[in-house]
């Protein structure tokens, strides 16, 4: 069973930065497409940016121009720089990875807390 480790989440002041990794448990990540998600209290979970297995990246309008994905395929791991947090983007941030082919599962992270708060 693939396992999704996620990291770096934490407190934060608003307009600080905080970088999220999920590695995966094994040698998998370079066929997947990576996504981060997440989801605030009372609200349902919406996608944060995405990247293909040939680095083509997606975000969302509110990630756009802060946050940042990549991926290193040679550690199994995927990031996402975020810069000027705001308050609003407190949430549970959830990695996914979606295979190539319905063949194979996707896998979801079990999520690490982002709060953003002076």
């Known amino acids: 069973q693939v396992q999704l480790v996620e990291s770096g989440g934490g407190l934060v002041q608003p307009g600080g930065s905080l970088r999220l990794s999920c590695t995966a448990s094994e040698t998998m990540l370079s066929i997947y497409r990576a996504d981060w998600y997440r989801q605030a209290p009372g609200k349902q979970r919406e996608l944060v940016a995405g990247?293909?297995?040939?680095?083509?990246?997606n975000y969302a309008d509110f990630a756009k121009g802060r946050f940042t994905i990549s991926r290193d395929n040679a550690k199994n791991t995927v990031y996402l720089q975020m810069n000027s947090l705001k308050p609003e983007d407190t949430a549970v941030y959830y990695c996914?990875?979606?295979?190539?082919?319905?063949?194979?599962?996707?896998?979801w992270g079990q999520g690490t807390q982002v709060t953003v708060s002076s």
């Open positions: 996914h990875l979606d295979p190539p082919t319905p063949i194979l599962s996707d896998y």
């Open positions: 990247i293909t297995n040939d680095d083509k990246t």
